[in-house]
């Protein structure tokens, strides 16, 4: 069974850093596309950036120049590397991939991790 886990979230100051890792087991096959979303009270999960194998993270435009999305090479993990976060940042952030073997069109989600920003 194909699992996501997030970590990396907790509660920081405006102008402060944070780094999100999201690592997903139960399979041998790459996910060819893995993205973190993130989801504020009220509001709809968006999308903040997203990576497909081979090609280079796109961002949301409140996050770019300020946060870094990255991955492991070939392996089922990535991070989010989050500067300069602001109180409009806080939100559940959730993990999700999609394009693999043997059902490419299925979507995995992770449970979530929890960035607060907040003096």
């Known amino acids: 069974q194909v699992q996501l886990v997030e970590s990396g979230g907790g509660l920081v100051q405006p102008g402060g850093s944070l780094r999100l890792s999201c690592v997903a087991s139960?399979?041998?096959?790459?996910?060819?596309?893995m993205g973190w979303y993130r989801q504020a009270p009220g509001k709809q999960r968006e999308l903040v950036a997203q990576?497909?194998?081979?090609?280079?993270?796109n961002y949301a435009d409140s996050v770019k120049g300020r946060f870094t999305m990255s991955r492991a090479g070939a392996e089922n993990t990535v991070y989010l590397q989050m500067n300069s976060l602001k109180p409009e940042d806080t939100a559940v952030y959730y993990c999700?991939?999609?394009?693999?073997?043997?059902?490419?069109?299925?979507?995995?989600w992770g449970t979530g991790t929890q960035v607060t920003v907040s003096s």
């Open positions: 999700k991939g999609s394009g693999l073997y043997p059902i490419p069109t299925r979507d995995y």
């Open positions: 139960g399979s041998s096959y790459s996910m060819r596309v």
């Open positions: 990576i497909t194998r081979g090609s280079s993270p």
